[in-house]
């Protein structure tokens, strides 16, 4: 998957839907699911002496979406779009806008493999 932890997406489809870009707090299941900062919260039910809820009670965590229903939002052209990858002149590979050109930062170095002359 295109889409790396700490980028900023739009959700698409479900109940979260919306036009305001949110964090990616992790990638799962080889990219193919996302956990999205605020978007489908669910209530964790945990014992008292719990780590993060030492007196007990009810957690609040966000839950693994399908990564089809996000765009990656693009702070170049403002909006939700498709990611490419490109080799560079110099032989490194990085990510790009897929509307509007602009690079997204390299993936991997240099590789004489791929240079262009």
Same mark, same amino acid.
């Given at each position: 998957?295109?889409?790396?932890?700490?980028? +900023?997406?739009?959700?698409?489809?479900?109940?979260?839907?919306?036009? &305001?870009?949110?964090?990616?707090?992790?990638?799962?299941? *080889?990219?193919?699911? /996302?956990?999205?900062? #605020?978007? #489908?919260?669910?209530?964790?039910?945990?014992?008292?002496?719990?780590?993060? +809820?030492?007196?007990?009670?009810? /957690?609040?965590?966000?839950?693994?979406?399908?990564?089809? #229903?996000?765009? %990656?939002? !693009?702070?170049? !052209?403002?909006?939700? &779009?498709?990611?490419?990858?490109?080799?560079?002149?110099?032989?490194?590979?990085?990510? %790009? !806008?897929? +509307? !509007?050109?602009? +690079?997204? *930062?390299?993936?991997?170095?240099? #590789?004489?493999?791929?240079?262009?002359?």
């Amino acid at each position: 998957m295109k889409i790396r932890r700490g980028d +900023s997406v739009i959700v698409v489809t479900g109940a979260d839907a919306g036009d &305001t870009p949110r964090r990616v707090l992790s990638v799962v299941d *080889g990219g193919k699911k /996302l956990t999205v900062e #605020n978007v #489908n919260r669910a209530l964790k039910h945990v014992k008292r002496g719990h780590p993060k +809820s030492p007196q007990g009670g009810r /957690l609040e965590i966000e839950m693994p979406i399908d990564a089809s #229903n996000v765009k %990656f939002y !693009c702070e170049a !052209c403002s909006k939700g &779009t498709r990611i490419g990858y490109r080799y560079t002149a110099d032989g490194s590979k990085e990510r %790009f !806008c897929k +509307s !509007c050109d602009a +690079s997204l *930062g390299t993936i991997s170095p240099a #590789n004489a493999k791929y240079q262009k002359q």
